[in-house]
C-alpha cells in the first residue's frame, strides 16, 4: 500500500486531506502539534498518529526515521496569528517563518529519500494570500508567497530526484480556524455574494484537489500553483463595485 504523510492533519484542510488520500487508497501518517487531534484524526482514517513541531529539525529528524516508505508528502500544517506590519512582534512573525516555510523544507530534506525511491509528490499548501497581500496577517501573507517560491525552486533543484513539488493556494475555507469570521450570517453572506462562485470553499474542496496533484494523472505536472479560491484573488472589480455601492 502506498504511504502519504499529511502535516497539520488534526483538524480543518489536513484532516480532510487526510480523509481524501484514504479514499484514495494511501496508509496516511497523520502528523500534528497537537497529539491528540492527531491520534483522533488517524483513528477517524485507520492510520497512524505522530506529534511533530515541524519547525524544529531534531524533532522532523525523528519523524523521518520512522518513516521507511513514503510516496506523498503534503506540507499542511501552518500558524496565522493576527498583527499588523506595524505591531507584529519579531519573535511571533519569526515563528510563522518558522512553521510555514522552515517546516515543509526540514521535512523535504529529511524525506526525500524515501519519496525518490517511489517517485513520490510533494504539495504544499500555500494561500491566495500568497499573490494577494492581505493587511493585518503579519508574517502571514510573506509566509506562503515564501511557500510558493519555495515550491518552484524544488521542483528545479529536485527535479533529477524524480519527485513532483505542486502547490495549492486556498481562499476562504470553513474549518476551526476561520470560525470567528463564518459566525455572523450576514457577514457570511456579504463574503460569499463576492466569490465568483458563490460560497466559501469547504476543507474537501481543497483535498480533493491535492488529490489530483499526489495522483498519476499529474504525472507531468511540477513547479505548479493553483489558487483553489473560486476566483475570489480574481475578482478585484467586484470588490470595487460593492465599495461605489457601499
Known amino acids: 500500500m502506498s504511504t502519504a504523510l499529511v502535516t497539520g492533519a488534526g483538524q480543518g484542510i489536513g484532516r480532510a486531506i487526510a480523509r481524501r488520500l484514504t479514499e484514495d487508497g494511501y496508509s496516511v501518517i497523520v502528523v ?46 501552518g500558524i496565522f496569528p493576527a498583527a499588523s506590519l506595524a505591531d507584529v512582534d519579531i519573535a511571533q512573525f519569526r515563528r ?23 517517485g513520490g509528490s510533494v504539495v504544499n499548501i500555500a494561500s491566495m494570500a500568497a499573490k494577494v497581500p492581505t493587511p493585518g496577517t503579519g508574517a502571514y501573507s510573506p509566509s506562503k508567497a515564501a511557500v510558493v517560491s519555495l515550491t518552484k525552486l524544488c521542483a528545479v533543484e529536485f527535479a533529477q530526484s524524480g519527485v513532483r513539488f505542486n502547490a495549492v493556494a486556498p481562499g476562504g475555507v470553513a474549518t476551526e480556524g476561520a470560525a470567528a469570521a463564518t459566525a455572523d450570517p450576514a457577514r457570511e453572506e456579504r463574503f460569499n455574494a463576492l466569490v465568483p462562485l458563490g460560497r466559501r470553499a469547504a476543507p474537501e474542496d ?25 476566483g475570489l484573488s480574481e475578482a478585484t472589480v467586484r470588490f470595487l463595485q460593492a465599495a461605489q455601492r457601499g
Do not use: W
Not at 526515521?65 to 499542511?76: I, K
Not at 488529490?211 to 483553489?228: E, N
Open 32 to 77: 500534528d502539534l497537537d497529539a491528540e487531534t492527531a491520534k483522533a484524526t488517524a483513528a477517524d482514517v485507520g492510520g497512524r498518529a505522530a506529534a511533530c513541531d515541524i519547525s524544529d529539525p531534531d524533532a522532523v529528524h525523528e519523524l523521518a526515521a520512522t518513516v521507511d516508505e513514503l510516496d506523498v508528502l503534503v506540507n499542511n500544517a
Open 96 to 118: 510563522v517563518m518558522d512553521v510555514n516555510v522552515v517546516g515543509p523544507l526540514l521535512l523535504t530534506q529529511q524525506l526525500l529519500p524515501q519519496l525518490t525511491a517511489s
Open 206 to 230: 481543497i483535498a480533493d484537489v491535492v488529490s489530483f496533484f499526489a495522483s498519476k494523472d499529474a504525472r507531468y505536472v511540477t513547479g505548479q500553483v493553483l489558487y483553489v479560491d473560486g
